[in-house]
């Protein structure tokens, strides 16, 4: 089947050879000055522009792209994207006359690509479908919409009660070790069948962490929708400074295309996109090496100033569009590590200022096997409530209210033991409903699923159980209900809403299966 | 009930006094026997002896009358509803009985009925599960044989890729030695003189 | 030793000029351009140099040596020039003096600087027909800087004002071999 024959390539080549456009063209050029820590300057180009391509031509011919950075009165700082350890001193270096662009499209879906569409998966060549400006100016207000539609990531925890809608910008924060990047991969994976493009950018991560991910993405069947970059630790400043703009340029051309590749319209739906930026302290990072080493003028914890800028302007670029420019839209979910829980440092003030809300993870919930550890206490999301099913809506209302006062009894019960009916009764209700909140890695649930573990929940068919049940109980019941009930579960899902006559079938099923729950264990 | 009771009383005294009428009555025959047969006299009572015996009867029958008569009739009437009482207390004993077989039966049926469900469910559920893994097992073998097709023919791309490159790098570099070594300088020349004639403009 | 640019500008300013003189002086306005644009090149190459040049402890005789081994056929005042830049720790600015000094040499005299590379030396006709060519597209006299180069293979490349037009063998080949070995297809850019 895999033949290689010498037509093959005896056409290729001749097709080429008919193209062949010998032109002489006028090109400008510099050379360059100095060399060093991935910085160049380069002499000449007067005509540069801020970002534009450079092309740097070694001594063998090979290419190595940089981008134009610092314009001064008679030279020009760069950044070199490529392998800088080529060029030398006295190197010929060409403006291009554009930006830096990535290769788009459908072709990019399952695979591992740099920053710059070059893949990196070793499966051939990418075939692009267009190319877009990785720096691009986010849609203004006339161009947008209200977020309203639900980013469902199949944590309990954050569904109900911070729930992510299309369009949003949340931040995931917390130290090392808290599984910030298993929400961001437990929510790509749940985005299956339905019709989301999730990118995953990787910046400043150790190769095997990228590789961990995409075998997990892989196993799960995301792949097929999703665009993994990848930035490395061991890839250079300036590649880890545009990575996430490139993701987002990536997601930008689904979001502004049709499905057939036309320009969305009010006729042709724009795609829904969700970009994982994992993580932008990495990116921050990377650019204060890039700003220090081109000789900008330091600032708060040696970041330069427009640091702020770097990320807002990233982040603007999530929008929901309006239906006229097809309703599109492009979630990003990016993250913070913190140093010691210190949310008060630069980057991640900066980030929680930007963002819509953030899902705070802690080392201590973590550690007490509360996983994924969200602390709902101080996790927020300013716009997704409106973009919750109204199911869940109902059901999760008083969940967050009812977990706050658990939380502060739970603190006042540690000194006393005597304690009066109701509050031993809230206090019992509150471990379980935390208990319910646990979910393993891979095990998302769907909304209904949720809406009919929290409502179980709710209405106290866990009181009398022991707490360690708990879990067992929910998953149970989920199976139960996908089986035996798949009338009432896909009830809900249509109704979208829990109507009193659902709540009644479903207070009679959850009954039902206690009773079995309770057999089955005796 | 009391007026009863004294008719029934007077009644009675009525036939006491009719009863020693005859008493008194018989003797006289009895002494007439007596007279005539001594043996028959050693039955009879004598008159004297007879008097008083009847008097205290009397006494004895009047007493018995007026308290023995009601004692007794009480402990009869007592035994009776007592009586009444145990007969219909176990009646309700056995309607009771009878009732909760009905329901234990009933329970036992509806306990039969409810494992049914149980396991009817949990065929239904073990079923649905070993379709979804067989589902998920095919599918998953359709994805590894696609991804083993896409890899050869990723694989071919590359390889014609490198293929086409090498050659490309052959037929230059080729190219590149036989201007550099062939060249006269009349070529060069020419060449030159070429190039001044496809320049464009410099001074932009 | 971060300074004022226009400081540093004036400077630059000051060694163009004294070069201007020198060349007027001694009528080689026109080779210490071309001198100045192959001594750029060599001083940028070779970071030892720039630290010989610029180091005090070595006597400047030495120095001149050096100079001299390196740059042979130089004109000795310029390599002097470039020794005194050195000392004053401006061996950094040379590019843009030598700019700078091109750019008063085409102001002053009214004439356009073009580096022409070739493979064989230029004759009397080709330069003509090269300044013909260009005259009438600068509207000035053309001074031709020639360069031969075996790296080109053939044709020749022309420079001036930073921009060039690459007309060579070398570039052609290499342009050829980009295409041919390229592989994808679809997309535009």
């Known amino acids: ?522 | 009930m009391k007026a009863q009771f004294k008719k029934f009383a007077t009644r009675g005294t009525a036939a006491c006094a009719l009863a020693s009428a005859m008493a008194f009555a018989a003797p006289t025959l009895a002494f007439a026997a007596e007279r005539e047969t001594a043996g028959i006299s050693a039955i009879l009572p004598a008159m004297d002896e007879f008097i008083p015996m009847l008097v205290a009867f009397l006494i004895l029958l009047a007493i018995l009358v007026k308290f023995g008569w009601p004692m007794f009739n009480g402990i009869l009437e007592k035994r009776e509803t007592t009586i009444r009482e145990a007969l219909e207390k176990s009646e309700q004993a056995r309607i009771e009985s009878e009732r909760v077989l009905a329901e234990y039966q009933d329970k036992l049926i509806e306990a039969r009925q409810e494992a049914a469900t149980i396991i009817s469910e949990a065929k239904q559920q073990a079923e649905a599960q070993r379709a979804a893994t067989t589902a998920k097992a095919q599918e998953e073998a359709e994805k590894i044989i696609a991804k083993a097709r896409e890899a050869m023919e990723s694989e071919k791309t590359a390889a014609i890729a490198e293929l086409q490159a090498s050659v490309a790098d052959i037929a230059c570099a080729a190219m590149a030695r036989v201007v550099q070594e062939d060249f006269s300088d009349a070529d060069h020349r020419r060449l030159i003189e070429k190039s001044i004639e496809e320049i464009g403009t410099l001074n932009a | ?189």
């Open chain 1, 1 to 522: 089947m895999a033949e290689i024959t010498a037509s093959d390539i005896d056409k290729i080549l001749r097709e080429k050879l008919a193209s062949l456009q010998t032109n002489v063209e006028t090109r400008e050029f510099g050379q360059v000055i100095q060399i060093g820590d991935g910085i160049a300057r380069v002499n000449g180009l007067k005509s540069a522009m801020a970002g534009e391509l450079l092309e740097f031509v070694a001594h063998d011919g090979t290419t190595v792209y940089g981008l134009a950075q610092n314009l001064e009165e008679d030279e020009v700082g760069a950044v070199l994207l490529g392998d800088y350890t080529l060029i030398k001193e006295n190197d010929e270096v060409h403006t291009t006359g554009r930006v830096v662009e990535v290769p788009c499209g459908k072709s990019l879906l399952g695979r591992v690509v740099n920053p710059l569409g070059i893949p990196l998966d070793g499966k051939g060549p990418i075939e692009a479908e267009g190319y877009r400006p990785v720096e691009f100016r986010a849609p203004g207000v006339i161009e947008r919409q209200p977020v309203h539609e639900p980013v469902q990531t199949g944590l309990i925890a954050i569904d109900a009660m911070i729930p992510i809608g299309r369009g949003q910008r949340e931040l995931i924060i917390g130290d090392r070790q808290t599984g910030k990047t298993s929400i961001g991969i437990d929510t790509i994976i749940n985005q299956k069948g339905k019709g989301m493009i999730c990118i995953y950018v990787a910046i400043g991560q150790k190769a095997s962490t990228v590789a961990t991910v995409v075998e997990a993405l892989e196993s799960h069947g995301a792949l097929d929708y999703t665009i993994i970059v990848s930035a490395p630790a061991s890839t250079s400043a300036p590649l880890q400074y545009i990575a996430p703009m490139a993701g987002a340029a990536m997601g930008e051309y689904f979001m502004y295309n049709g499905d057939d590749g036309q320009p969305a319209s009010a006729t042709n739906p724009g795609g829904h996109v969700l970009c994982v930026y994992d993580d932008l302290s990495k990116q921050a990072v990377a650019y204060r090496q890039m700003s220090l080493t081109l000789r900008r003028p330091p600032g708060r914890e040696a970041y330069p100033g427009d640091v702020f800028y770097l990320h807002s302007r990233l982040l603007e670029r999530a929008v929901k569009l309006n239906d006229k420019n097809g309703a599109g839209s492009l979630t990003a979910l990016p993250i913070i590590e913190t140093q010691g829980g210190d949310v008060s440092a630069y980057i991640p003030t900066n980030v929680i200022s930007i963002t819509d809300g953030q899902i705070f993870l802690q080392q201590d919930l973590f550690m007490q096997g509360q996983r994924p550890a969200v602390n709902v206490g101080i996790s927020v999301s300013r716009v997704g409530g409106s973009a919750q099913i109204k199911a869940m809506k109902q059901v999760a209302g008083t969940l967050r209210l009812d977990l706050a006062a658990y939380r502060e009894l739970q603190a006042f019960s540690q000194f006393g033991s005597d304690l009066d009916k109701a509050t031993q009764q809230q206090l019992s209700r509150g471990a379980r409903m935390t208990e319910l909140l646990k979910q393993g890695r891979f095990a998302a649930m769907d909304v209904e699923d949720q809406v009919v573990a929290i409502f179980a929940g709710d209405q106290g068919f866990l009181d009398g159980m022991p707490v360690s049940d708990t879990l067992r109980f929910r998953d149970d019941l989920v199976q139960y209900m996908h089986t035996v009930r798949k009338d009432l579960k896909d009830k809900i899902a249509t109704e979208k809403q829990l109507t009193d006559q659902i709540k009644e079938e479903l207070l009679e099923a959850i009954t039902t299966f206690k009773q079995s729950f309770i057999i089955a264990k005796k």
């Open chain 3, 1 to 189: 030793m971060p300074r004022n640019r226009l400081l540093i500008k004036k400077e630059i300013d000051a060694y163009a000029e004294v070069l201007l003189e020198m060349g007027e002086s001694n009528d080689s306005v026109y080779s210490i351009s071309a001198q100045l644009e192959e001594m750029k090149k060599v001083v940028n190459m070779h970071p030892g140099l720039r630290e010989v040049l610029a180091n005090d402890s070595i006597d400047e005789n030495t120095r001149v040596t050096v100079m001299h081994e390196v740059f042979k056929e130089f004109d000795v005042e310029l390599i002097k020039f470039v020794i005194f830049m050195a000392e004053r720790r401006d061996i950094a600015l040379l590019p843009r003096v030598a700019e700078r000094y091109d750019q008063m040499v085409q102001d002053k005299f009214d004439v356009a600087i073009l580096d022409v590379a070739t493979v064989i030396p230029l004759d009397d006709e080709l330069r003509e027909k090269i300044k013909n060519k260009f005259a009438a597209q600068f509207g000035k006299e053309i001074v031709l800087r020639e360069h031969v180069d075996a790296w080109l293979l053939g044709g020749m490349n022309v420079r001036a004002n930073g921009r060039r037009v690459d007309c060579c063998t070398a570039t052609r080949i290499e342009r050829i071999r980009a295409e041919l070995s390229s592989v994808s297809t679809g997309g535009e850019r």
